[in-house]
């Protein structure tokens, strides 16, 4: 196991360097999630070595880290006090440090119930395009001094600076997790899962492809029992690696080297891709496989107020996420400019226009 | 300077004359928002009832150059929406239509002027709920929620107003219409949502806000738990987290708070006790009793005087009635008071109190502490008399002190009520003028003439350096004794 380290200087001296000279990097922690986004132009920068859990306060619900820190160290830091990181993190090939996660803002099954990470970032301390070390948010739960700038890095793909320290919202973690099953062949599924939803049900991940259709649930047995009774439906025993699969995109479904695309939507917006999807997030997240035009795919999406993002796989010099208003568009270069005004980090990882 | 007739009859051309309000008289219920300490008459007063009527005034202010100060439902505690004199007070309260409530998706569509309450009224036929709830949620609005990133007695467990929003519509200075979010859990681009949520303003007006709702939980149940002093209880509340429980809410109240609130409302609470906390676990009906049950006992085990369930639905909204009430209870002591809003690492909350005890004595005024336990935040009440001369002042130091404070300890200076006029000098000793400088070009990307609710929230530069100079920075000099963060 590598040791831990801080960087920051040496970070903040490379950044100022390579902002003077207007060099253009493109920044890597584990590389997990290389696939994703458009491909970054410039020099590899690896912020995998500045790493290290800087605090953790169980009962204070927080946990700050370096960037660089691996997401399996920090869970298993976690999991000894019996918590979690409540967005349940992809680990795409195993890999993933806390940085790359809030940078990508993925989120796992649990996204719904759980959050998202930005819904979890509390602060962080950010190296920004012209070498300052800035500090946005905190590490307590509630702080609106100022612009939550904080959060704003989530998903933006390393585009407005380096994560050097980010301070993470965890929760307890269920003490137990229980996977239920059922069919449905001419029932729509969608009413069978609002009507679960409905009722309070503890779901923390659904999973739905084709007639199939699998709940997780936190609760006890007692509570299991009645539950099943009550909704008719069956256990499965023995799924924690179906979740974890199906988080890492590992499932069978994915193993297809077709484009693969995540369309986001309100969960009952009834959505005819043509092939059939994968539904997450009680239906809130689909994942299409599909070599139809990408415009169509995102008419589809965006006829029902949702999104859609060319995930893994298929031309990938394109626009990757969806198109923006152009006054959208337009906010965001600005705000590019704001953080990192020579364009240094990631240039055209997130869109091309920045 | 812009003139009030011309500009009323400039007004009077771009809206239904009922929307213009431009008597001396009538400007008057203007002057102040949730925190009367600040006044300011404004130039004019509008109130659209549409947003086309919103664009047309953005478009025709940034065309004359005149400040826009939005306001809700004018129940913000930080002089958000003090008014401008040389400005237009954008009143959003006519926009106050429920436009959807889409059952089926678990949303609803609300115009920004809706009352938060009357939002989980609207969804209740569906058993549904917004999760939200401010203590002034009977009058506070949606889109006041949104600029002050709202939270409330539930978002340990709910989150903040930002936890559940989905979708905003803005209106940006220049007059454009901009979506923000999507109706699904996420949208492309940066997270610009995160970004206006808690903006007071700042950054353009919201016109529609899509929120998340959520099923009313089948069962709730409270505890009620007197300590013999303020640690013990707070120890408390670390270890019931400590337990892998997270409550729907976890307040606590000290001794003088405890004994206005009593006085007030009737809670049924200990009036000896130095704090009460109050414990409330939402779910179904028999995990419900299972986690009460844990919580009693750790409470009992962490030194609790006495723990008490509610006995029904009607006790259980009495304790709580109890909590909701402590501000105007407060208030009820005293002519005047000063409403505090810094977040605490939760472990800090013994020291800091200690602190604050030590500054009510030299000060010589007294201090009501109420907390929101579970999420560290803190609301001290500064008791004073504004028609003493220099009282009130005496009461902004103190308070000054106690925000710095909560810095100094790892905290900061507002956990949910937002900066406004109040708290400007303040952010000056949570940020550095890299940051500050940083805050000032986010908010000239959406209003490069700075005419979105000039002075408040982010401090120029100049006026930290005098606020430097008069003050001394809190990192160096005061509370030379605690440990830094």
Redesign the interface.
């Known amino acids: 196991m590598a040791s831990d380290r801080d960087d920051a200087r040496q970070l903040q001296a490379l950044v100022l360097d390579a902002c003077h000279a207007k060099r253009r990097l493109r920044l890597v922690g584990s590389n997990s999630k290389g696939f994703y986004g458009r491909v970054a132009e410039g020099e590899t920068l690896s912020l995998s070595d500045h790493r290290g859990v800087v605090s953790y306060?169980?009962?204070?619900?927080v946990i700050t880290a370096r960037g660089g820190t691996p997401l399996v160290e920090i869970e298993r830091l976690l999991a000894e006090?019996?918590?979690m990181l409540p967005f349940e993190p992809p680990h795409f090939n195993g890999g993933g440090t806390i940085g790359g996660a809030v940078a990508a803002?993925l989120s796992g099954p649990r996204?719904?119930w759980g959050?998202?990470p930005?819904?979890l970032l509390l602060g962080i301390k950010l190296l920004?395009g012209r070498g300052?070390i800035?500090?946005?948010g905190?590490?307590?739960?509630?702080?609106?001094?100022?612009?939550?700038?904080s959060?704003?890095m989530?998903?933006?793909l390393g585009t407005?600076g380096i994560l050097l320290e980010v301070s993470v919202k965890v929760?307890?973690?269920p003490?137990q997790e229980h996977t239920l099953m059922f069919f449905s062949e001419d029932r729509n599924p969608w009413k069978v899962m609002?009507d679960l939803?409905?009722?309070?049900i503890?779901i923390t991940a659904t999973c739905s492809q084709g007639k199939r259709h699998k709940l997780r649930l936190a609760?006890?047995e007692?509570?299991l029992k009645q539950i099943q009774t009550t909704h008719g439906l069956e256990t499965i025993e023995n799924q924690q690696e179906f979740w974890q699969a199906l988080r890492d995109q590992e499932l069978d479904f994915f193993q297809c080297k077709a484009p693969l695309w995540r369309i986001?939507?309100?969960?009952?917006?009834v959505l005819d891709p043509g092939n059939e999807t994968l539904n997450e997030?009680a239906n809130?997240?689909r994942w299409l496989v599909s070599e139809r035009p990408a415009e169509e795919i995102r008419a589809l999406a965006e006829e029902?107020?949702?999104?859609a993002?060319l995930f893994r796989y298929g031309d990938r010099s394109g626009e990757l996420?969806?198109?923006?208003?152009p006054?959208?568009?337009e906010?965001?270069r600005?705000?590019k400019q704001?953080?990192d005004p020579n364009g240094i980090f990631n240039p055209g990882r997130?869109?091309s226009h920045y | 300077m812009h003139d009030r007739q011309t500009l009323a009859r400039a007004f009077q051309q771009l809206l239904p004359s009922d929307c213009v309000i431009f008597r001396e008289e009538e400007l008057i219920p203007y002057e102040c928002d949730g925190l009367s300490a600040y006044r300011r008459v404004p130039l004019i007063v509008l109130l659209p009832y549409t947003a086309d009527q919103v664009e047309a005034i953005l478009k025709f202010c940034h065309r004359k150059q005149i400040p826009v100060v939005a306001r809700g439902a004018g129940t913000g505690l930080s002089g958000g929406a003090l008014p401008h004199e040389q400005g237009v007070l954008l009143s959003l309260a006519r926009l106050n239509k429920i436009l959807e409530i889409d059952a089926e998706n678990m949303q609803a569509r609300v115009q920004p002027g809706v009352r938060n309450l009357a939002v989980s009224e609207a969804a209740r036929p569906h058993g549904l709920y917004y999760a939200p709830d401010p203590s002034s949620q009977i009058a506070c609005s949606i889109g006041g929620n949104v600029a002050e990133n709202a939270g409330g007695v539930h978002c340990l467990k709910y989150g903040l107003t930002l936890h559940n929003v989905l979708q905003l519509t803005l209106i940006t200075i220049d007059g454009e219409k901009i979506t923000l979010g999507t109706g699904g859990l996420d949208a492309p681009g940066l997270d610009l949502l995160t970004l206006i949520t808690g903006s007071e303003g700042m950054l353009g007006v919201v016109v529609e806000v899509r929120v998340k709702l959520l099923p009313i939980p089948t069962c709730q149940q409270v505890v009620l738990a007197a300590f013999d002093d303020v640690e013990t209880a707070a120890n408390a509340v670390a270890e019931i987290i400590a337990q892998g429980i997270l409550p729907a809410g976890l307040e606590m109240m000290d001794n003088l708070s405890i004994r206005a609130s009593e006085d007030f409302v009737h809670a049924g609470y200990p009036t000896d006790a130095e704090a009460i906390l109050l414990c409330e676990v939402d779910g179904v009906d028999d995990e419900v009793a299972e986690e009460i049950g844990q919580v009693r006992q750790i409470l009992l085990k962490s030194g609790a005087a006495q723990v008490r369930t509610a006995a029904d639905e009607q006790e259980r909204i009495r304790f709580w009635a109890g909590r909701k009430n402590a501000f105007p209870a407060v208030g009820r002591l005293s002519p005047d008071y000063y409403c505090m809003d810094g977040t605490i690492p939760r472990s800090q909350l013994g020291k800091v109190l200690k602190h604050i005890g030590e500054m009510s004595d030299r000060y010589g005024l007294r201090c009501a502490n109420v907390f929101h336990a579970g999420d560290g935040n803190l609301h001290p009440l500064i008791l004073y008399d504004a028609n003493i001369p220099g009282e009130l002042e005496q009461a902004e130091r103190f308070g000054g002190e106690i925000l710095e404070l909560c810095v100094a300890v790892g905290g900061t200076i507002t956990g949910e009520h937002g900066v406004g006029m109040e708290k400007i000098n303040q952010m000056c000793v949570q940020f550095t003028d890299q940051e500050l400088e940083t805050f000032h070009a986010v908010k000239a990307v959406f209003d490069p003439h700075n005419l979105l609710n000039p002075g408040k929230a982010i401090p120029t530069l100049n006026r930290c350096a005098e606020f430097g100079a008069m003050h001394v920075h809190a990192g160096k000099l005061r509370f030379p004794e605690l440990e830094r963060f």
């Open positions: 306060a169980p009962t204070e619900l006090k019996e918590q803002g996204r719904p959050g998202a930005r819904d920004d300052r800035l500090n946005f905190g590490q307590v739960m509630k702080n609106v001094a100022g612009y939550d700038l959060r704003l989530a998903g933006a407005l929760l307890p973690k003490p609002r939803l409905g009722k309070a503890p609760c006890n007692r509570r986001s939507l309100p969960p009952a917006a997030w809130a997240q029902q107020t949702g999104h993002t996420f969806h198109p923006l208003q006054r959208l568009a906010i965001q600005q705000l704001v953080f997130h869109y």
